[in-house]
T-cell receptor, first 113, second 113 residues
Framework: SQTIHQWPATLVQPVGSPLSLECTVE??????LYWYRQAAGRGLQLLFY??????ISSEVPQNLSASRPQDRQFILSSKKLLLSDSGFYLC????????????FGDGTRLSIL | GENVEQHPSTLSVQEGDSAVIKCTYS??????FPWYKQELGKRPQLIID???NVGEKKDQRIAVTLNKTAKHFSLHITETQPEDSAVYFC????????????WGAGTKLIIKP
């Protein structure tokens, strides 16, 4: 069966520091991969999605970037974190065909001080 | 642009009663509609989904109905239990990308004992 791993679970970072969050999927090939952010008490905001290695689409302009160096690995990065980057970051995957459910990782709670 | 409106934002029901959450979508080309449940501090989890070739789908106490003409779909939970308390999100597939979803803002469901 398929599983998705996301780490770390919790992260506290100072303003201006870099960020790297990693997500890996097991048990499937060529998945679609997604990064979402969720502010406290709010909905899901899609940040990036990828349909293949090296293929990244950005949904909102910001100081974050994403990379997909391997088929089942998705990385969210920032060179300099802002206070507004605080939130709950969720990685998700779906089968690489249309109209399929997305399955979420356990998320990373990021606090910027 | 494309959007999904979800109502109500908060719903409080007595344990044992039914709960109904409604979503309206704008893109007539949407053809996949999942529902997710998110418990406090946890990841969203798929609870039921429906495709546009079906008008209703049931899974034990949970059902989803779809009205393509009116462009709305609803989640029905019968015989509510305390563990049903959570935030529920609806979503609809995007016209220009069958890999992406347009998300509703969420409904906080409170089950009163």
């Amino acid at each position: 069966s398929q599983t998705i791993h996301q780490w770390p679970a919790t992260l506290v970072q100072p303003v201006g520091s870099p960020l790297s969050l990693e997500c890996t999927v097991e048990g499937t090939s060529n998945p679609n991969l997604y990064w979402y952010r969720q502010a406290a008490g709010r909905g899901l905001q899609l940040l990036f999605y990828s349909v293949g290695i090296g293929q990244i689409s950005s949904e909102v302009p910001q100081n974050l970037s994403a990379s997909r160096p391997q088929d089942r690995q998705f990385i969210l990065s920032s060179k300099k974190l802002l206070l507004s980057d605080s939130g709950f970051y969720l990685c998700a995957w779906s089968v690489g065909t249309s109209n399929q459910p997305q399955h979420f990782g356990d998320g990373t709670r990021l606090s910027i001080l | 642009g494309e959007n999904v409106e979800q109502h109500p934002s908060t719903l409080s029901v007595q344990e044992g009663d039914s709960a109904v959450i409604k979503c309206t979508y704008s893109d007539s080309a949407s053809n996949y509609f999942p529902w997710y449940k998110q418990e406090l501090g946890k990841r969203p989890q798929l609870i039921i989904d429906i495709r546009s070739n079906v008008g209703e789908k049931k899974d034990q106490r949970i059902a989803v109905t779809l009205n393509k003409t009116a462009k709305h779909f609803s989640l029905h939970i019968t015989e509510t239990q305390p563990e049903d308390s959570a935030v529920y999100f609806c979503a609809a597939s995007r016209r220009d990308s069958n890999y992406q979803l347009i998300w509703g803002a969420g409904t906080k469901l409170i089950i009163k004992p």
